[in-house]
């Protein structure tokens, strides 16, 4: 059957991306970055990629961009990335993206496009002045994957979405062009920190664009600012219950717990069964430490590599040949399935 090709018939490769519109959140580290280091130690081939490309459909300082994009590539290789087990490079560097996107645009359909939600979020009241990048985004991201036949991707919650239309656009390439060329590719959604909230309100997710500083945990906060984050986040007077079930309305609450479980590697259930009957007043020093410890030796090596930004570089570029190498083949053939000629060489 063409269409539908299950992600199995190919080589299990793994992609991720995220967007240097700014600097590592608490919550892209959980959701995204801890888990990325996990998978490359699992022996999968791992692709990860600083979609620069992505970031500006919303509007970047060129200055700030160049600089949170080095940066980022800093704080991955600090929370355990090894830029030769993965491949890590920015996606400017690669144009299979650029070139693969366009070609979803004309595959994607636009009452697709008018369903997703993170456009609805960001465009905000006047979606008419929105770029229009930001609508055409997830053919974008379905590229990043499909460039490379990726078949796992990675993501925290808020990308489901965006990964239910990577599936389509297979799909339909498949169904139109009579192949089964692309694989539908698997999200893997895991874990108590695929979803952190703001710690402002438990409502919101944790983002690097709120414009609360308080709201969030960056990688590059310092333990004292961590420290003072965690002592202020918002909560409620009552004790931890014995069960989850007992947080099911204390959104707050349940966020604390879920970054505690993720921190530690344990299920939110056990960290209940640890702080059960203890008020905030003893849980959030605890946290506090356990953030402080985890996050500072990858902060404090963040900082040391970005003393050698011509490294790093260096290492970016690199990562970009050796996706390049994934990716050339791949969009040659594409080219040739779709009907361009391609006499160049
Ligand atoms: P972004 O910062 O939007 O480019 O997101 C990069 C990655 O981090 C994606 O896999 C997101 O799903 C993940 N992520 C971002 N914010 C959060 C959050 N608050 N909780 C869990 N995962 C997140
Ligand atoms: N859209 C993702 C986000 O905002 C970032 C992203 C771009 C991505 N391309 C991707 C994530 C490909 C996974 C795979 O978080």
Not at 56 to 74: D, F, N, S, V
Not at 318 to 336: H, Q, V
Request: aromatic share 6%; with cysteine; net charge negative.
């Amino acid at each position: 059957m063409t269409g539908a090709t299950p992600a199995t018939k190919f080589q299990p490769r793994i992609f991720s991306g995220i967007q240097p519109s700014g600097g590592l959140t608490l919550g892209n580290y959980l959701g995204a970055l801890k888990r990325f280091v996990e998978k490359q130690d699992e022996g999968v081939e791992t692709v990860y990629c600083l979609v620069d490309m992505h970031a500006i459909t919303i509007w970047q300082e060129p200055r700030k961009l160049r600089h949170a994009t080095r940066e980022m590539a800093a704080g991955f290789i600090a929370a355990g990335i090894d830029p030769e087990k993965s491949i890590l490079f920015n996606q400017s560097q690669v144009s299979a993206h650029a070139e693969l996107a366009w070609i979803f645009n004309c595959v994607a359909r636009v009452g697709w496009m008018n369903r997703m939600t993170q456009f609805k979020d960001k465009a905000g009241k006047d979606k008419e002045a929105a770029s229009l990048g930001l609508y055409a985004y997830p053919a974008l991201m379905a590229a990043d994957i499909l460039a490379y036949h990726a078949t796992h991707v990675p993501v925290g919650e808020d990308q489901r979405q965006h990964l239910e239309l990577t599936r389509d656009i297979a799909i339909k390439f498949n169904h139109d062009y009579e192949t089964d060329f692309f694989p539908v590719t698997e999200p893997l959604i895991e874990g108590a920190a695929a979803r952190v909230m703001s710690l402002r309100d438990g409502t919101r997710k944790m983002s690097k664009s709120d414009p609360s500083d308080q709201s969030r945990i960056n990688l590059t906060d310092d333990a004292d600012a961590i420290a003072q984050k965690i002592r202020k986040a918002r909560t409620d007077p009552e004790p931890l219950p014995e069960t989850l079930d007992g947080l099911a309305d204390r959104a707050e609450a349940r966020n604390l717990v879920n970054i505690y479980a993720a921190l530690a590697n344990v299920a939110p259930e056990q960290v209940l069964a640890e702080f059960a009957g203890q008020g905030f007043g003893v849980f959030k020093p605890k946290l506090a430490d356990l953030a402080v410890s985890s996050l500072s030796p990858i902060s404090a090596r963040m900082q040391d590599l970005m003393q050698d930004v011509t490294e790093i570089d260096r290492l970016l570029g690199r990562g970009a040949d050796r996706a390049e190498a994934i990716a050339t083949p791949i969009m040659e053939r594409c080219y040739e399935i779709v009907g361009m000629v391609r006499s160049r060489r």
